[in-house]
Structures are given as C-alpha cells and as structure tokens.
C-alpha cells in the first residue's frame, strides 16, 4: 500500500502560520501557541525537498508522553493535544490537526540549547579528537567514538536561525542567560536526560545525547530560575541521538532511530550540500518514516494515532 502523502505546509481555512522552523508551523494565540509538527525533513542545515510520512505525529506525539511523564521534574508549556480544547477558528481544520500539534502556553524562550550527553558522538567526539575536551569539559585520555562516558555532561549550545548550533562553554552561557538561570537550567537537563535515558533503556534504546530548550513564565513574583519551564519538543528522535541498545558497539558510528538512512542516501549521491536541494526516492522515505515510528513505539508501548 502506497504511504499517504506527507504534510509539508500547514495552510488552515482562515489563516497562514505566523513563523515557521524547520518542521514546525507555529500560529500565535496572544498568550497561547499552536504549535504544528509537519513532515518536513532536514538534513545538513537543509529542509529537504520530500518529507516523510507521519514524522510530524511521531514528533507530537512522543513530546506528549514525554511531557506527561517528566511533569513531576518540571513543568512544561503543554496546555492540549486534544483539538477539542483548540481556539474555536481552529474547529474546521481539527482533521489536520489531530496528532500532529499542540496548545501551549507562550513563554520567552532561552537564548541557548541545554544538550545533555551521556555518550561521546557527533560534534562531542569531534571536539575531544581536536581538544581532549567537550565544550571546554575535560576527559579522560583513550575514548573511542560512541563510549559512555562515566556520568552525563551538560554541554550548552548557542541556537542559530539557519545552519549548525554552535557549542559554547557554561561560562558562554552563563554570560547570556545569568548564573541562577543557568543553574537551574543544567539541573533540569540533567534530570531529564537521565529519566529519559533510564526508560528508552528499558525500551531497548540509548538516548546518546538529547537537547531540550527551556522558556520562562511571565514575571509572577518568583525569580527567573524559578519561572523555567521546558518547551518545544522533548526526546524526540529530532533532538536526540537514539541507538538500538542491542547493537551497541563503541569504537565507531552507530545505527540510529532517525535520519540514517537520509544522510546515508545524501552522502551516496555525492550532495555537495548546497542548494538546489534533492529529493528522496521511495525507499528512503519508507524506511524513515518506519524508523520513527519503530522508536514511537517502543517508548511509548501504543501505536501511532
């Protein structure tokens, strides 16, 4: 059976999206965000010219259970995933949007990304080949690519509009975001890196590394720190460097829940990763698209609505 066509632009009957990321479409409400995931996909700073199926519900949807689960840690800007509870101009698209958005409260976002990282991969593994350090963290001598490391690092990124974030050292972040922020900031990644890494394990997957970003609530009387909450998405195979526990083998790259086999597919093409952008064939597109899904379910133990 062909898979359906993917959503790559949100256009509802009454309005346009006031910004727009990388996948999602956000509409503003005043106090309230809709925030809607598409199936957009980006590879190398690029937003690609297919999307794959239902990776905006995947993405909705495990931030939903995240959401749920992490509640006790700290609160999120999660108001609905029911469309029921939506603005009532949004009552006609509630097809469109079931699954795939989200109310939330509107907060100020930080300037940063909180990383938290619990094995040595990606632009990590790069910076301790050249340094010896992450982020101006030192480790030990003689770690391969892909070792966990002895306990999670929190390692702060500057958030950039187009291209890569930039790593920056807790002194850098602390200069833009204020001690006491930033404290708070790096208990709160911590603690949910390792709630979530602690279930993906038992799910049969590593969470590598993760990135959350955190926003704070109106001025209430508390101090900023204690006005953080966490925002966006959460643990997602989008923010997250997700391995399949029962093929875990430091010592190089590992197989991933994400986009694997995009990238594997970019590099075989030879992309010089400058536009005009390619496409993906059909193979490409289904087996990411089951990748997705495959990690949806075995966080979440429920099929995709």
Known sequence: MPLAAPLLHTTLARREPDRHGKVRDIFDFGDRLLIVATDRISAFDYVLGSGIPDKGKVLTQISAFWFGRTRGIVANHLLSVDTQDYPPELQADAGLLAGRSMLVRKTTPLPIECVARGYLSGSGWKDYVATGKVCGISLPQGLRESDRLAEPIFTPATK????????????EAEALVGPAVLARAKELTLRLYAEGAAHAESSGIIVADTKFEFGLMPPDGRSDA????????????????FWPRDTYRPGGAQPSFDKQF????LESIKWNKQPPVPSLPDDVVARTREKYIEAFRRLTGRDLA
């Open 160 to 171: 950039a509009e187009s291209g890569h974030d930039l790593n920056i050292s807790e002194k």
């Open 262 to 265: 995009v990238r594997d597919y």
């Open 226 to 241: 204690d006005r953080l909450i966490v925002i966006d998405e959460v643990l997602t195979p989008d923010s997250s460097r």
